[in-house]
């Protein structure tokens, strides 16, 4: 089992509508997670952070499910500039401090 | 704005070459943290200073040599690449890097092509 997986996608979606993706990963003692944003040829950029059961932002919602070991992002009313590929990152629980990225889920929001 | 700062934005350099690509961040973060990415790709690690000591080296090539001169700073010298190894260069930086679930912050990525 991969560290941190994620489905690829694409996931293509009408403007407006909601859309949700999942991270598994397989470290049980891994205690924050991370949503990231990354726009094609840009680098990426911090969108949520997770320390307990999940976190809210506006029409981001990340949930954390520690028995199946995986969390998830769910964007309601999405945008047309919603459009990228959306990085799980989970740091390592160790003092080397590696941190796992997942492979990435392309979403793609359509007018 | 991203408070992680990166020149150059861009740098095309032939195989025989020697550049530097260089990292600033001022937000008293004490982990800096080079990575490659390529095209469809998640970042890969390469290199993690931790209070200005290498403390992660993941099997980089010595044609990548990092370098801390202190705890804002963070350079990536260049020597002798080859054109695989052109490539968006991000460095990051982290409230301490040692397990402290800090989140990453990315500077805009040096854009490397070498010919």
């Known amino acids: 089992r991969k560290e941190v997986e994620q489905d690829p996608g694409p996931f293509n979606v009408p403007e407006g509508a909601t859309v949700a993706f999942n991270c598994t990963y397989s470290?049980?003692?891994?205690?924050?997670f991370f949503w990231y944003r990354q726009d094609c040829r840009k680098e990426p950029k911090l969108l949520m952070s997770?320390?307990?059961s999940g976190n809210e932002d506006g029409r981001f919602t990340a949930q954390l499910n520690r028995a199946s070991q995986y969390i998830s992002l769910l964007i309601r009313d999405s945008k047309l500039s919603d459009s990228a590929t959306y990085l799980c990152?989970?740091?390592?629980?160790?003092?080397?401090?590696?941190?796992?990225f997942g492979s990435g889920t392309r979403l793609s929001i359509r007018p | 704005d991203t408070e992680v700062t990166q020149t150059p934005k861009h740098l095309v350099m032939g195989m025989t070459n020697k550049k530097s690509l260089k990292c600033e961040q001022h937000?008293?973060?004490?982990?800096m943290y080079w990575y490659k990415q390529k095209a469809k790709k998640p970042p890969e690690l390469m290199f993690v200073?931790?209070?200005?000591?290498?403390?992660i080296n993941e099997s980089v090539p010595s044609r990548f040599s990092p370098e801390c001169p202190n705890s804002s700073l963070l350079n990536l010298h260049l020597h002798a690449l080859q054109p695989e190894d052109s490539a968006l260069y991000l460095c990051?930086?982290?409230?301490?890097?040692?397990?402290?679930?800090?989140?990453?912050?990315f500077g805009n990525g040096t854009r490397l092509t070498v010919t």
């Open positions: 990051a930086s982290s409230l301490q890097g040692r397990g402290d679930n800090s989140p990453l912050h």
């Open positions: 470290n049980s003692a891994s205690q924050s």
């Open positions: 997770v320390y307990s």
């Open positions: 990152v989970v740091p390592g629980y160790s003092s080397a401090s590696k941190i796992i």
């Open positions: 937000m008293g973060h004490r982990a």
């Open positions: 200073y931790s209070y200005e000591k290498l403390s």
